[in-house]
């Protein structure tokens, strides 16, 4: 059967040119993203021994060293894995589509096999072969482009700045057979569901006229498929209850199995829908619109293969932007909401600190009623298990619930003595601790310390996770606050811009800029939505690129078998424009569809992942990233209208050639 | 011409056999009790008005279709009674087809679709045998060429090729000669009468075509469903008559 298979290749390359295309794309993905994970790996995140590091015992008494100069690659890496997620995620999704809609499309050539007395067993070999005869110059192909892309994507990684250290282009050879192995099994595993559909055809398939969309909906598909929707609900319905750190990936994966749920049952829901979208076609363009309508929705699995890759993208990419672009909103209108302070003090020049002296001679000042200047360190902390790196402060907890609406959830709220903490709600949280327990911790160049809990505090970003007494010694460097955040007394509240002013005059201009609170959050707004632009770049812009080009190789797959269709509409009259605009039309219902489902499935996530985070007095604000969103629909409809114009022309241009040569 | 009696074993046999498919308004029935035998080494035509049930006929005697009731004997063996597996190697080895289109794979070159039956038994293919069948057909020198490549007559012939090389006990041609001009299927003809009397095969043929159906040993003449005369020996013009008579 392998050599069927080759000639089956062969001959139908338009068909599997869209999932060759996919399938070198996503292994080529893969192998970058691979790639460059491997360069993060590849880092030593422990450069030299002469930073200053600090031992602890973990709760079964091992040792554990850790180094303030360990780098902290996790970001960079989780990034790096979403990205390569993203990228699985549409593979999968795309192959699997590529390959059922090419075994429909073959459904007689399946018939004719069987009728001439192949088993079910040899269809099978045979259609596995031919996904193997792709799948393997497609991951060859796959990891050139890598091998060739991955130092530029590297290269590109440095430049936005989310790596702490400069990353080198790592070895190659692991990662490229990671992602060779991975396109592989993706395209058997696509396959495979296909197979089993292509041997299941009846002999008498062959002699039918129509390739007839029957029965597109199986058992199998709808046990699939109702798994994947119960599994989304499930999650996304957990999401809101649960903490912020659990919130995210249920949101996301949950939102990742609705999208799959909504594509396995698309026969089930999509006819209606298509009914009612088809109203307004008819109305607007009664040949063309009505043709286009009829078509898409009598063509079930093909209109089926242009809404999916569509949905795919659109549904994770919008769901994971909206994510972090509201994760990040939710953290600013929670600082906001937090901040009494009305003045923010800086170090003049961009990236030092206030010194000692500053920060007391703000205190000074008789209008100030309270200033917080926590001096932010890493720590070492020691748990059951483990031991790992936390961000901490030096700070006084009563001048900080001055500054900040802080909430008191145990403990009480007085000066940290010596040998006490102060932690977050969240630490407390996720480890367990309460006012009274005591936590393991320790400053890099120094011993371990056990410190009491004296309280719990809910203050958003306000609170690190360990605030220690602002006389803490021992840390090196020493810590310095980088802003102080200034509550000025009441009779001076109402005049912030004077008192600014006037502290800046104190205090000295060269030394210090004073910003009302709202100008200064304004200011930090923009570079956290640029570093946030970034992570969401990284992260879609590859996914989106190879989104697109597998909506372009379906429409050339699907318009590869429309000639006959083709040419019997130009033989009873339908002109050549008309037939251009029917395309259009079908190019347009679908993409409208799946951007409409992929919408319903994000809003679903999303408005639960919204409902896990809390903001400081009212609700968190969802924030849609609109402008790229509506990029990616935008390119989504100007490809398919692209290469469906394109096709159709090459198919009418065919038609015309062929009338000629008739007449001759 | 070979003496045609009933006394001569059937290749295939079909006993009582009832066949109905579902509508909306109850089951419509397209097949009531037909009893025939296909006899060996003969070229037997089915013929009947269109809804008469020829197709099902067929359908039901090469296994594709499953009757409601009765019995479809293939030598031995009660095709109405096997499974799906069973038919599948009874297709490949011992049933051939030819069809008025769709016969051939479009990716498989002449060659390969002839071959096809020998590949699908796991035998080794013989290239003077796939080679001697192509030049019965009269087309050897198309051998490297894809279904495309050639006419609807072409086509047809490496069809008949292809059961030359499998060497099936019994093919059945659902209109044969129905796409095509009357030298292509005067042609088409002449070859599954060879086959029958030079190979000595049994072929079973549906068609509505009276001048096809005289070279037929046998005339079965189907309507509504039932068996309602038969024509040994016939001419086109005893074919024609006797239709005219039917369709009364």
């Given at each position: 059967m392998w050599r069927i298979s080759v000639q089956s290749v062969r001959h139908y390359w338009a068909l599997f040119a869209g999932t060759f295309v996919a399938l070198a794309l996503g292994v080529a993905l893969i192998g970058v993203s691979a790639s460059a994970l491997a360069a993060t790996w590849a880092?030593?995140?422990?450069?030299?021994?002469?930073t200053p590091s600090v031992t602890l015992k973990d709760g079964t008494g091992a040792a554990r060293t850790l180094s303030s100069g360990d780098l902290d690659m996790g970001g960079v890496q989780s990034v790096l894995a979403m990205a390569g997620v993203v990228s699985a995620f549409v593979t999968v999704f795309v192959i699997a589509g590529t390959c059922a809609f090419g075994i429909a499309l073959r459904r007689r050539d399946m018939g004719l096999l069987r009728l001439v007395g192949a088993g079910g067993g040899q269809v099978r070999r045979m259609v596995l072969g031919e996904s193997l005869a792709v799948a393997v110059p497609a991951a060859v192909a796959g990891c050139a482009v890598a091998a060739v892309t991955a130092p530029l994507a590297v290269e590109a990684l440095n430049g936005t700045g989310l790596s702490p250290v400069d990353l080198r282009p790592g070895p190659l050879l692991w990662p490229l057979v990671f992602a060779a192995g991975s396109g592989l099994v993706i395209a058997v595993l696509g396959m495979l569901a296909a197979s089993k559909r292509a041997a299941r055809v009846r002999p008498t398939e062959a002699l039918r006229e129509a390739d007839l969309d029957s029965r597109t909906m199986t058992a199998g598909r709808a046990v699939t498929g109702v798994l994947a929707l119960l599994g989304g609900a499930v999650m996304v319905a957990l999401a809101p209850g649960s903490g912020t750190e659990a919130a995210t990936p249920l949101a996301l994966f949950g939102t990742m199995a609705l999208a799959v749920a909504a594509t396995l049952l698309g026969p089930l829901y999509l006819p209606p829908l298509l009914r009612v979208m088809a109203l307004p076609l008819r109305w607007a363009d009664p040949v063309a619109g009505r043709l286009a309508a009829e078509s898409v929705r009598t063509s079930r699995r093909r209109t089926a293969s242009l809404v999916g890759p569509v949905l795919a993208i659109l549904a994770i990419v919008g769901v994971f932007t909206t994510v972090l672009s509201t994760t990040g909103a939710a953290t600013s209108a929670d600082d906001r909401a937090r901040t009494t302070a009305q003045l923010v003090v800086e170090p003049a020049g961009d990236g030092g600190s206030l010194d000692r002296e500053a920060v007391d001679r703000l205190r000074e000042d008789p209008r100030v009623a309270a200033v917080s200047a926590p001096a932010p360190l890493e720590i070492a902390v020691a748990g059951p298990h483990s031991a790992w790196k936390e961000q901490a402060a030096l700070a006084d907890p009563v001048a900080l619930s001055r500054t900040h609406r802080i909430t008191v959830v145990d403990g009480s709220l007085k000066p940290l003595e010596p040998g006490t903490v102060a932690i977050s709600r969240e630490f407390a949280e996720w480890y367990g601790h309460r006012a009274g327990s005591t936590v393991t911790y320790g400053l890099f160049g120094g011993e371990p310390v056990r410190a009491k809990v004296a309280a719990v505090l809910d203050g958003g970003s306000a609170v690190p996770s360990v605030v220690l007494p602002p006389d803490t010694r021992g840390a090196t460097p020493a810590p310095a606050p980088e802003r102080a955040a200034v509550l000025l007394d009441e009779r001076d509240a109402a005049s912030a811009g004077a008192a600014a002013a006037r502290l800046t005059e104190r205090l000295g201009a060269d030394r210090v800029r004073v910003l009302p609170t709202e100008t200064w959050f304004g200011r930090s707004a923009t570079d956290q939505d640029r570093l946030n632009n970034l992570v969401l770049a990284v992260l879609t812009v590859p996914a989106s690129l190879y989104a697109l080009i597998a909506v372009a190789s379906t429409l050339v797959m699907s318009y590869s078998r429309r000639g006959r269709e083709i040419t019997g509409m130009r033989m009873i009259g339908v002109s050549a424009g008309q037939v251009r605009r029917m395309a259009l039309w079908e190019t347009l219902a679908t993409t409208t569809l799946g951007t409409l489902i992929a919408a319903a499935v994000v809003a679903w996530g999303v408005r639960a992942y919204q409902g896990s985070l809390s903001v400081f007095g009212g609700g968190a604000p969802l924030s849609v990233p609109w402008g790229m969103l509506g990029t990616l629909v935008a390119a989504c409809v100007l490809v398919g209208v692209v290469v469906s114009l394109a096709a159709t022309g090459r198919l009418l241009r065919r038609v015309s050639t062929a009338s000629t040569a008739t007449r001759q | 011409m070979p003496l045609l009696t009933d006394i001569q074993l059937p290749a295939v046999q079909l006993a009582a056999v009832s066949k109905s498919y579902p509508s909306s308004a109850g089951p419509v029935p397209v097949l009531r009790e037909v009893s025939l035998g296909f006899p060996q080494r003969a070229l037997t035509a089915v013929m009947g008005p269109s809804g008469s049930g020829k197709t099902t006929l067929l359908n039901c005697a090469a296994g594709l279709d499953k009757p409601d009731t009765g019995k479809v004997l293939l030598g031995e063996t009660d095709l109405a009674a096997c499974g799906e597996r069973e038919l599948t190697v009874v297709r490949r080895s011992r049933i051939g087809f030819v069809f008025q289109?769709?016969?051939?794979?479009?990716?498989?070159t002449v060659y390969e679709n002839v071959a096809l039956p020998l590949r699908l038994q796991r035998g080794r293919v013989r290239r003077e045998r796939v080679m001697e069948a192509l030049r019965q057909v009269g087309l050897e020198d198309k051998a490297g060429r894809r279904p495309a490549q050639l006419s609807g007559g072409q086509q047809q012939r490496v069809a008949i090729a292809r059961t030359l090389v499998a060497e099936p006990e019994i093919v059945f041609a659902d209109e044969p000669t129905g796409s095509l001009d009357r030298k292509s299927g005067r042609q088409i003809m002449e070859l599954l009468r060879d086959t029958v009397d030079r190979a000595g095969r049994t072929v079973a043929m549906v068609t509505h075509d009276p001048a096809a159906a005289a070279c037929a040993d046998r005339v079965v003449f189907l309507s509504d469903g039932q068996v309602v005369g038969r024509l040994d020996h016939p001419t086109a013009e005893a074919v024609a008559r006797q239709l005219s008579l039917w369709e009364r």
């Amino acid at each position: 059967m392998w050599r069927i298979s080759v000639q089956s290749v062969r001959h139908y390359w338009a068909l599997f040119a869209g999932t060759f295309v996919a399938l070198a794309l996503g292994v080529a993905l893969i192998g970058v993203s691979a790639s460059a994970l491997a360069a993060t790996w590849a880092v030593d995140a422990t450069p030299d021994g002469s930073t200053p590091s600090v031992t602890l015992k973990d709760g079964t008494g091992a040792a554990r060293t850790l180094s303030s100069g360990d780098l902290d690659m996790g970001g960079v890496q989780s990034v790096l894995a979403m990205a390569g997620v993203v990228s699985a995620f549409v593979t999968v999704f795309v192959i699997a589509g590529t390959c059922a809609f090419g075994i429909a499309l073959r459904r007689r050539d399946m018939g004719l096999l069987r009728l001439v007395g192949a088993g079910g067993g040899q269809v099978r070999r045979m259609v596995l072969g031919e996904s193997l005869a792709v799948a393997v110059p497609a991951a060859v192909a796959g990891c050139a482009v890598a091998a060739v892309t991955a130092p530029l994507a590297v290269e590109a990684l440095n430049g936005t700045g989310l790596s702490p250290v400069d990353l080198r282009p790592g070895p190659l050879l692991w990662p490229l057979v990671f992602a060779a192995g991975s396109g592989l099994v993706i395209a058997v595993l696509g396959m495979l569901a296909a197979s089993k559909r292509a041997a299941r055809v009846r002999p008498t398939e062959a002699l039918r006229e129509a390739d007839l969309d029957s029965r597109t909906m199986t058992a199998g598909r709808a046990v699939t498929g109702v798994l994947a929707l119960l599994g989304g609900a499930v999650m996304v319905a957990l999401a809101p209850g649960s903490g912020t750190e659990a919130a995210t990936p249920l949101a996301l994966f949950g939102t990742m199995a609705l999208a799959v749920a909504a594509t396995l049952l698309g026969p089930l829901y999509l006819p209606p829908l298509l009914r009612v979208m088809a109203l307004p076609l008819r109305w607007a363009d009664p040949v063309a619109g009505r043709l286009a309508a009829e078509s898409v929705r009598t063509s079930r699995r093909r209109t089926a293969s242009l809404v999916g890759p569509v949905l795919a993208i659109l549904a994770i990419v919008g769901v994971f932007t909206t994510v972090l672009s509201t994760t990040g909103a939710a953290t600013s209108a929670d600082d906001r909401a937090r901040t009494t302070a009305q003045l923010v003090v800086e170090p003049a020049g961009d990236g030092g600190s206030l010194d000692r002296e500053a920060v007391d001679r703000l205190r000074e000042d008789p209008r100030v009623a309270a200033v917080s200047a926590p001096a932010p360190l890493e720590i070492a902390v020691a748990g059951p298990h483990s031991a790992w790196k936390e961000q901490a402060a030096l700070a006084d907890p009563v001048a900080l619930s001055r500054t900040h609406r802080i909430t008191v959830v145990d403990g009480s709220l007085k000066p940290l003595e010596p040998g006490t903490v102060a932690i977050s709600r969240e630490f407390a949280e996720w480890y367990g601790h309460r006012a009274g327990s005591t936590v393991t911790y320790g400053l890099f160049g120094g011993e371990p310390v056990r410190a009491k809990v004296a309280a719990v505090l809910d203050g958003g970003s306000a609170v690190p996770s360990v605030v220690l007494p602002p006389d803490t010694r021992g840390a090196t460097p020493a810590p310095a606050p980088e802003r102080a955040a200034v509550l000025l007394d009441e009779r001076d509240a109402a005049s912030a811009g004077a008192a600014a002013a006037r502290l800046t005059e104190r205090l000295g201009a060269d030394r210090v800029r004073v910003l009302p609170t709202e100008t200064w959050f304004g200011r930090s707004a923009t570079d956290q939505d640029r570093l946030n632009n970034l992570v969401l770049a990284v992260l879609t812009v590859p996914a989106s690129l190879y989104a697109l080009i597998a909506v372009a190789s379906t429409l050339v797959m699907s318009y590869s078998r429309r000639g006959r269709e083709i040419t019997g509409m130009r033989m009873i009259g339908v002109s050549a424009g008309q037939v251009r605009r029917m395309a259009l039309w079908e190019t347009l219902a679908t993409t409208t569809l799946g951007t409409l489902i992929a919408a319903a499935v994000v809003a679903w996530g999303v408005r639960a992942y919204q409902g896990s985070l809390s903001v400081f007095g009212g609700g968190a604000p969802l924030s849609v990233p609109w402008g790229m969103l509506g990029t990616l629909v935008a390119a989504c409809v100007l490809v398919g209208v692209v290469v469906s114009l394109a096709a159709t022309g090459r198919l009418l241009r065919r038609v015309s050639t062929a009338s000629t040569a008739t007449r001759q | 011409m070979p003496l045609l009696t009933d006394i001569q074993l059937p290749a295939v046999q079909l006993a009582a056999v009832s066949k109905s498919y579902p509508s909306s308004a109850g089951p419509v029935p397209v097949l009531r009790e037909v009893s025939l035998g296909f006899p060996q080494r003969a070229l037997t035509a089915v013929m009947g008005p269109s809804g008469s049930g020829k197709t099902t006929l067929l359908n039901c005697a090469a296994g594709l279709d499953k009757p409601d009731t009765g019995k479809v004997l293939l030598g031995e063996t009660d095709l109405a009674a096997c499974g799906e597996r069973e038919l599948t190697v009874v297709r490949r080895s011992r049933i051939g087809f030819v069809f008025q289109q769709f016969n051939l794979l479009p990716m498989l070159t002449v060659y390969e679709n002839v071959a096809l039956p020998l590949r699908l038994q796991r035998g080794r293919v013989r290239r003077e045998r796939v080679m001697e069948a192509l030049r019965q057909v009269g087309l050897e020198d198309k051998a490297g060429r894809r279904p495309a490549q050639l006419s609807g007559g072409q086509q047809q012939r490496v069809a008949i090729a292809r059961t030359l090389v499998a060497e099936p006990e019994i093919v059945f041609a659902d209109e044969p000669t129905g796409s095509l001009d009357r030298k292509s299927g005067r042609q088409i003809m002449e070859l599954l009468r060879d086959t029958v009397d030079r190979a000595g095969r049994t072929v079973a043929m549906v068609t509505h075509d009276p001048a096809a159906a005289a070279c037929a040993d046998r005339v079965v003449f189907l309507s509504d469903g039932q068996v309602v005369g038969r024509l040994d020996h016939p001419t086109a013009e005893a074919v024609a008559r006797q239709l005219s008579l039917w369709e009364r």
